[in-house]
């Protein structure tokens, strides 16, 4: 099964010219989605099912719901001279379900050309296109009943913008925009966002004639950013910059759940409404890494520190209370009420593949890789078809995947990210080439000295032997840079927050051509630089296995428990695999032996672990709630 997927960030060009423009760009790219050609089985299978049930689920879902019908009335009211009485009902924010399916599809249009999905896709984009105003305004809660809008918005235009959702659309229908343009070469969403992004400019900002106003749920932020890495332009910088800027200067004052209590550079933890907070923390990290203003990059890394040592669940979920869907305090980490919105979840890849950007440093993939299998993994069903909105660590039965969603954001947020994923496998600096996640692939990629030609085969995340031929390099050579994880490190996550608690020292080592190499780690990274030749093999074997993990002793919801992982897959134990043990109440060693059994046939194929002594079986903690709703536990109490 082949595929090829990946992210957006990369090759700028200004596009009225087309011609390359010389933009500052992150310190460390990625390398773009048409060059990773993704042969892998573990995530050809979730490709799969994106294509074959969520995309096709997501927009039928935009059928039914009226989420079109949204854009036909807006339409409509705009060429009447009457009032056509349209009762808005919904979300303010249903307009970006379509816009975040879009993506998805334009993703899988790279993957798989389909004349008639692109069809579809350009049919909607009518239905869009006709509801957008003269001036470039595109917000259908409003246009369709200018004197009876939307309940959360006010008598004009973004006076009460922190509920409206209008910028949250707008941000939502840039990614799309952009998502579409990459994948089909098409500029008809592309020039509706910008006409849209073009009207915020204008009536936005801080200079005369402008209003200042902040927008309540963010994302618009980061696609800003990503407008002007795509543009050239640097007015959706600066507008990206101003609205991270003027938080807690709106008409809702100062308030913590909007992260909008302190100006954003003297924040330094992650406080708020979790999926919030990440996406400005990812619109931060966007500001300092394209401009390198030293304010923000202070900022975001003392925010980050905090994340990763007092608020981060052991799966890279974040959001411990269900009320306000929030962060919670330090150490504040309960299992069977947790939130982990899987939109959260997304969110904090979006923060730590930023950080990566910025810093170039492998502690941010770690966390990137573990919240990428298990807390974003455990969103979406294994054949695509159903969803969690929260992700909890321990369950009573009362969880269960839902085929949709009133409120759709996690659906849709997960239909377009798993598409996306091959962009985070390489990153490139001069002449160096970053390897950051392992799946079998191909890829083409640029460094200083010229064009780099791979090809790697591995099993990941099952075994962690992982095989990469050079099929092509510059005659000058370039350096290859290996992240070895956190986890063969011995490091659960780049703090105290969680530790090993057994014995187990894993092992790694690199072959170039057979013969074992040595490097000393930089930032985490096995560096190897050489003049290749065609056909050179690099090798890299890691130890995969069992490990037993404790949390900080501050961590009260976790005392007296432990958790099993094995690389970077969390376990956990499932009242269908235990019949006749409580799952909740199950009691094993601190030091329990650990029996590793591989079943292709399994939840689409795992190794389960089995305790042995206890008999109690363990899955992969993104396959939980598969089969049937009951019990199930991260966190296992032991003796």
């Keep these: 099964m082949k595929v090829i997927i990946g992210f957006l960030i990369a090759n700028v060009f200004l596009l009225a010219s087309g011609k390359k423009e010389n933009i500052h760009d992150y310190p460390y790219s990625p390398v773009a989605f048409t060059s990773v050609e993704v042969t892998d089985h573990f995530w050809g299978q979730r490709l799969q099912a994106s294509r074959e049930v969520t995309i096709p689920l997501a927009f039928s879902k935009c059928e039914e719901t009226g989420r079109y ?41 790279q993957t798989y050309p389909d004349p008639g999905m692109e069809a ?27 004197k009876a809008p939307h309940k959360w918005s006010g008598a004009e235009r973004w006076v009460q913008i922190e509920d409206s959702h209008e910028l949250y659309d707008l941000g939502h229908m840039i990614e799309g925009a952009i998502a579409h343009y990459r994948a089909t070469g ?11 992004a073009d009207c915020v400019c204008r009536e936005i900002g801080p200079n005369e004639g402008q209003n200042v106003h902040v927008p309540g749920h963010q994302i618009a932020e ?36 909007r992260q909008s209590h302190i100006p954003v550079i003297e924040q330094d933890e992650p406080v708020g409404h979790a999926v919030r907070a990440e996406y400005m923390y990812s619109g931060m990290a966007d500001v300092a890494a394209l401009t390198g203003d030293q ?24 959001g411990a209370r269900r009320e306000g869907e929030a962060f919670g305090d330090a150490y504040e980490l309960p299992n069977l009420t947790s939130y982990c919105e899987t939109c959260a979840a997304i969110g904090n890849v979006y923060t730590n593949f930023r950080m990566f950007l910025l810093h170039g440093e492998s502690k941010y993939i770690d966390v990137l890789e573990r919240t990428l299998y298990n807390g974003v993994l455990s969103g979406i069903s294994l054949d695509g078809g159903t969803f969690f909105y929260p992700n909890p660590l321990e369950s009573d039965g009362r969880h269960k995947r839902q085929p949709w969603f009133g409120c759709a954001c996690c659906p849709s947020n997960i239909a377009r990210f798993i598409p996306s994923v091959a962009g985070y496998v390489y990153s490139v600096k001069d002449n160096d080439l970053f390897v950051n996640l392992y799946m079998s692939n191909n890829v083409t990629a640029s460094v200083k000295n010229g064009d780099v030609k791979l090809s790697m085969v591995t099993n990941y995340p099952w075994d962690g032997e992982v095989s990469i031929v050079v099929k092509d390099a510059p005659k000058k050579g370039f350096e290859l840079k ?22 187990v020292t894993p092992g790694y080592s690199v072959k ?17 630089d050489r003049k290749w030749n065609a056909e050179d093999k690099v090798e890299l074997s890691m130890d995969i296995i069992p490990r037993v993990v404790k949390a900080n002793s501050l961590v009260k919801d976790d005392e007296g428990r432990i958790a099993i992982e094995k690389g970077p897959i969390v376990y956990c134990a ?19 032996s650990l029996v590793v059994k591989r079943d292709p046939n399994k939840l689409y194929g795992i190794d389960e672990i089995i305790v042995d002594g206890s008999d109690l079986v363990l899955i992969p903690y993104y396959a939980w709630n598969h089969r049937g709703a009951g019990d199930m536990s991260v966190w296992i109490k032991n003796k």
């Design 482 to 503: 290996l992240r070895i994880p956190g986890w063969v490190r011995n490091e659960v996550v780049p703090s105290d927050l969680y530790t090993y608690a057994d014995t």
């Design 295 to 318: 304010t923000y990059i202070a900022a975001i890394d003392k925010i980050w520190e905090n994340l990763v040592s007092k608020k981060l669940y052991l799966t890279g979920g974040v």
């Design 222 to 257: 980061m696609a800003l950013a990503k407008l002007y890495t795509v543009t050239g332009d640097k007015k959706y910088l600066d507008e990206a910059k101003f609205f991270i800027d003027m938080r807690g200067r709106g008409e809702k004052g100062m308030d913590s759940y």
């Design 120 to 146: 579809y896709i350009d049919s909607v984009l009518t239905l869009i296109s006709a509801a957008q105003e003269p001036d470039g305004y595109l917000y259908t809660a409003r246009t369709r009943n200018p």
């Design 512 to 528: 170039v051509n057979g013969v074992e190499v040595h490097s000393m780690l930089i930032d985490g990274y096995f560096c190897i």
């Design 69 to 109: 019908r949204n854009f036909v009335q807006a339409a409509e009211q705009m060429k009447s001279e009457e009032d056509l009485g349209f009762v808005v009902r919904g979300l303010p924010f249903d307009d970006t379900d379509v816009y975040k399916t879009i993506e998805g599809a334009s993703y899988l249009l």
């Design 186 to 196: 098409k500029r008809t969403f592309l020039d509706i966002a910008i006409r849209y």
């Design 574 to 592: 499932e009242w269908v695999d235990n019949q006749g043990i409580k799952v909740r109440e199950a009691v094993i060693d601190k030091n329990p």
